[in-house]
C-alpha cells in the first residue's frame, strides 16, 4: 500500500518546519522530508546569521532559549560615517532554532524522516501527486510544498521558478571572540546588528557585526559576483578573502579570535523576482521562491511568514468535505505572499540594485541623509515610497541613475 499524506513538505529549515508546525496544529497529516541525517542536524545547513527582530520572535513565539542576544538598535556603516536606529532584534543560535521548530512540529504531530533527501515530483495528468526520495522511495499528498532552498528540486522540475546564478549572493561569516564591539572610532555596537556599506570590504554588497554578548559577535560579508563587484572589488580575492582582509585592517578585530570551524557558516541566496510561487498541489515557500529581503538580507521573518500563508492556503484546500488543490485555488497563496510576505517586492529590489551601484562617498553622504530624516520618513523609505526615497536622491546622483537606467534596459 502506498502511503498518503494530506500535506508532504521538502525541507526542514525554518519556512518548511514552521509550514509543517502550523498545518499540524491544524491536526492535518504532514510528513517532512529531510536530506541531512538527524544525527547533528543541522550540520550541513546552520548557515544563516540569524538576525531577526522582536515583530518575528513575538509573532511566531520563539523562546528565549534559542536566542543568543537579544538586541536594541541597529547601526549602518559607510566607510566613514554611521546611522542608528533604536530596533529591537535578536540574533538566534541558528542550530538551536532549527531543532527547536522541528521539535515543535513533532510535538503536534508531524512526522519527520531525516536522510530523506527529494529526487522527484510525482505527477499524474499533469499533475503533482507525491514526490520520490532517498532513491527509489515514493509517498504521495494532496499538496507537495518544496522548502529545499537555492536547490528547489521539485519547483524547477515543475517550471514553477528558475534562479539564476548572476542573482546569486554568497556570503561567509564567523563567530568570534575579543571584538571591540565599542571601540573609539566607530558608533557603539553594544547590543546591536550593525550592517557596513564599503566596496573594500563587500564590494557590490555589505559586511556586518551581530553582536552576540560580552565581547562575540557574529561577523562576515556577503555580496553578488555583479557588475558593482567588478568594478569596485579585488576580483583577485575570494569571498574568505575580503572578509580576512576586513579582519586584518579593522581595529575593531585586532583582538578578535576565530571560534573554531564549526563556527563558520557559509551560505547563498538569490535575489531576485520570484517567477511563479504555485501550481496545481504544490506551492514554493522559504527561499526556494526566493523570499529573501533584497535590501538588507533578512530571510528568517521572511521564510516564516511565507510558510504561514502557505500553512492557509492549504488549510482552505483541503477543510470541507470537498478538496480542491487547483492551481486556482492554490493561487491564494500567491496573492497572501505578495501581500504579506513580499510588499513592493520590485520596488524593493530596485532599491538594491540602485544601493550597490552606488560609490564609496555616496555611502558616506547617505549616512548624512539617514541622520537628517524624521523616524516617519525613514520607515516609509525602508518600505519603498518614492516620495521618502527622493529625499535621499540628489542631482549629482544623476549620472549613477543613468548607469542604473542604462543597465536595466541591457536586461
Known amino acids: 500500500m502506498s ?9 526542514a529549515g525554518p519556512a518548511g518546519a514552521q509550514c509543517a508546525r502550523d498545518l499540524a496544529q491544524r491536526e492535518y497529516d504532514v510528513l517532512v522530508l529531510e536530506a541531512e541525517p538527524e544525527d547533528g542536524f543541522p550540520r550541513q545547513s546552520n548557515k544563516s546569521t540569524a538576525g531577526t527582530f522582536a515583530s518575528m520572535t513575538g509573532a511566531f513565539g520563539i523562546p528565549d532559549d534559542v536566542v543568543m542576544n537579544y538586541t536594541d538598535e541597529v547601526v549602518l556603516e559607510s566607510p566613514n560615517e554611521y546611522f542608528v536606529q533604536d ?4 540574533v538566534l543560535e541558528f542550530a538551536d532554532f532549527k531543532r527547536w521548530l522541528v521539535a515543535e ?4 504531530g508531524a512526522e519527520y524522516r531525516f536522510d530523506a533527501r527529494v529526487n522527484n515530483p510525482i505527477t499524474e495528468d499533469g499533475g503533482v501527486v507525491g514526490v520520490q526520495y532517498a532513491g527509489d522511495e515514493e509517498v504521495f499528498a494532496d499538496i507537495v510544498v518544496d522548502a529545499t532552498g537555492p536547490a528547489a528540486p521539485l519547483a524547477k522540475k515543475l517550471d514553477v521558478c528558475t534562479l539564476e546564478r548572476k542573482n546569486q549572493a554568497v556570503g561567509i561569516e564567523w563567530e568570534m571572540e575579543g571584538v571591540d564591539v565599542d571601540h573609539p572610532d566607530f558608533a557603539d555596537l553594544t547590543d546591536a546588528m550593525m550592517l557596513r556599506l564599503d566596496h573594500e570590504y563587500a564590494p557590490g554588497g555589505y ?3 551581530f553582536h552576540t554578548g560580552g565581547d562575540t559577535a557574529k561577523v562576515g560579508v556577503c555580496y553578488i559576483q555583479s557588475e558593482s563587484y567588478q568594478q569596485y572589488g579585488d576580483t583577485s580575492k575570494s569571498i574568505d578573502g ?14 578578535a579570535q576565530r571560534l573554531g570551524d564549526k563556527q563558520q557558516h557559509r551560505g547563498s541566496a538569490h535575489i531576485q523576482m520570484p517567477d511563479d510561487l504555485s501550481t496545481d498541489s504544490f506551492l514554493a515557500i522559504g527561499d526556494t521562491v526566493p523570499t529573501i529581503d533584497p535590501l538588507w538580507g533578512e530571510g528568517i521573518h521572511k521564510c516564516m511568514e511565507s510558510a504561514r500563508v502557505a500553512a492557509i492556503t492549504a488549510d482552505r484546500c483541503l477543510m470541507g468535505s470537498e478538496t480542491d488543490t487547483s492551481a486556482g485555488a492554490m493561487s491564494i497563496y500567491d496573492d497572501l505572499w505578495h ?35 524624521d523616524v516617519d520618513t525613514l520607515s516609509d523609505a525602508n518600505n519603498g515610497s518614492i516620495r521618502s526615497l527622493a529625499r535621499l536622491t540628489h542631482l ?4 549613477l541613475l543613468a548607469r542604473f537606467a542604462k543597465q536595466r534596459l541591457a536586461e
Do not use: C, K
Not at 502511503?3 to 525541507?11: C, L, T
Not at 530596533?87 to 535578536?90: D, S, Y
Open 242 to 255: 575580503h572578509l580576512n582582509h576586513w579582519l586584518e585592517v579593522d581595529p575593531r578585530f585586532a583582538d
Open 87 to 90: 530596533q529591537p532584534g535578536a
Open 105 to 108: 512540529g513533532r510535538e503536534h
Open 339 to 373: 501581500a504579506r510576505v513580499a510588499p513592493d517586492m520590485r520596488t524593493r529590489l530596485t532599491m538594491t540594485q540602485l544601493l550597490y551601484l552606488a560609490p564609496n562617498e555616496r555611502y558616506d553622504r547617505l549616512m548624512d541623509d539617514l541622520n537628517a530624516m
Open 3 to 11: 502511503e498518503h499524506y494530506d500535506v508532504v513538505i521538502a525541507g
Open 207 to 209: 559586511s556586518w557585526v
Open 396 to 399: 549629482d546622483d544623476l549620472p
